[in-house]
DNA sequence: ATTTAAATGATAGTATTACTATCTCATAAA
DNA sequence: TTTATGAGATAGTAATACTATCATTTAAAT
């Protein structure tokens, strides 16, 4: 048996669906690969059409600029990884253990899903960690967010504070909790590797450190 | 008596020196504004030119490019945070009351400092909020931080690392709690703002909520 | 099997961005 | 008064971020 996992995006992040054809999936895949590889600011639409042998003019068919690409793939991510949540927690009854296998979701670097051919979690989780913030720091995140583009990250933010508020109903700040410890799980992954001196990690260079910090953090918080 | 305040940035990070002359006193002061009208993407060279009556090529004189400006003015809200950490906590003794004007510090919006005529620290503090992380999420991060761009962020961290070691000498993670509130401090302020469904004050907007559940958080984590 | 539509390729062109170079003029310290 | 330094003016180039058009291939519908 097969089994394909598709999710379904903000039909206004893109022009043309990129999951329904052969050249829109080599957009996703390739510019994950391009992204990570160069960094957000260098990456353009010339170098992702040489790099799948078509042209610019190709790619502008599917995505108005690059930025929408940039919100599409981290769309795809936050919905891939509330998937995840929902089921890695669905047999859980302890909502102490649900925390901390959410922690765990958050912080741990996935292994590439068969499930779905042309994205590489794996890659597409570094570049999470360190572009994914660029997708709503911007002038227009206003009107970004009235379109629904940060949709999946508010629900996955909001899932986890349903589990917080199991935890203990009295908690008064489970959405920004939430935030934090998502944003955190990748933003302490990035000092470690690239500022050590911000963690308490830099020498061994171990994520798992960074779930017992995170985990430490959000249960000393609710308690 | 008129005190002026001069703080002494790395010398990697220009050509020439912007404090010490007119045109380079303007590129700052007006950078700063411009950053905070369109964000950092949009922000040229020749669109500060034509602010300022200057030249492109003349702004070139004072830096290599936008994203060297941009941790220029980064560095130097550090360090400026740093110094009024230092003031504010001189005379404290409690080492937990000098963690609440830490964070007090951290989360809000400052005043602007009259011992600095040509920075306005309000609206820098606006734009460490939305544009200050993409001083090191870049490819180059490594290299920056071997030339030590990265210097009065990470010293402002060891300091508030100290003070919460002062308030629990065992606890494990000083560095890294300490860049979660720093990132959270201005994350959360964002997030309030503008994607109010991830924190827990977008009603009322009110910056002081930041500094209650950091305060909170950090308590927790100490204890 | 044939028609028709949709997707892709190929090519061209424009405005803006991100620089570098050079030459002149103003100014202020030596 | 010399002389360095700062700043204005102008020009030019390669890359980026697009838009437009037309031909061709591929896939869907009849």
Redesign the interface.
């Known amino acids: 048996m097969e089994l394909k996992l598709y999710i379904k995006m903000n039909e206004k992040l893109f022009l043309r669906d990129p999951e329904l054809t052969g050249l829109g999936k080599k957009i996703i895949q390739h510019s994950i690969l391009l992204i990570h590889k160069?960094?957000f600011?260098?990456f353009t639409f010339k170098k992702l059409a040489e790099e799948i042998n078509s042209t610019e003019a190709g790619i502008y068919r599917y995505f108005e600029n690059k930025h929408k690409l940039l919100m599409y793939i981290t769309s795809w991510y936050w919905s891939w990884l509330e998937y995840r949540v929902i089921v890695h927690t669905l047999n859980v009854k302890d909502p102490a253990e649900k925390l901390k296998m959410v922690v765990r979701l958050l912080a741990t670097t996935v292994q590439d899903d068969i499930s779905t051919s042309h994205v590489n979690e794996s890659i597409l989780h570094q570049i999470i960690i360190?572009?994914g913030?660029?997708a709503?720091?911007?002038?227009h995140?206003?009107e970004d967010?009235k379109d629904h583009f940060?949709g999946p990250?508010?629900d996955l933010?909001?899932k986890i504070g349903d589990i917080l508020l199991e935890c203990n109903p009295t908690y008064?700040?489970?959405?920004?909790?939430?935030?934090?410890i998502v944003?955190?799980a990748h933003?302490?992954n990035?000092?470690m590797n690239?500022?050590p001196?911000?963690?308490?990690?830099g020498k061994e260079k171990d994520e798992s450190k960074v779930v017992d910090?995170l985990e430490?953090?959000v249960f000393?918080?609710i308690?």
Chains 1, 2 share one sequence.
Do not use: I
Not at 136 to 139: G, P, V
Not at 172 to 180: A, E, F, G, Q, V
């Open positions: 160069n960094g600011e260098s360190a572009e913030s660029k709503y720091l911007t002038k995140v206003t967010n940060f990250y508010k933010c909001a008064k700040y489970p959405k920004s909790l939430s935030s934090t944003e955190m933003f302490q990035f000092f690239n500022l001196a911000l963690t308490d990690f910090y430490e953090l000393a918080a308690q």
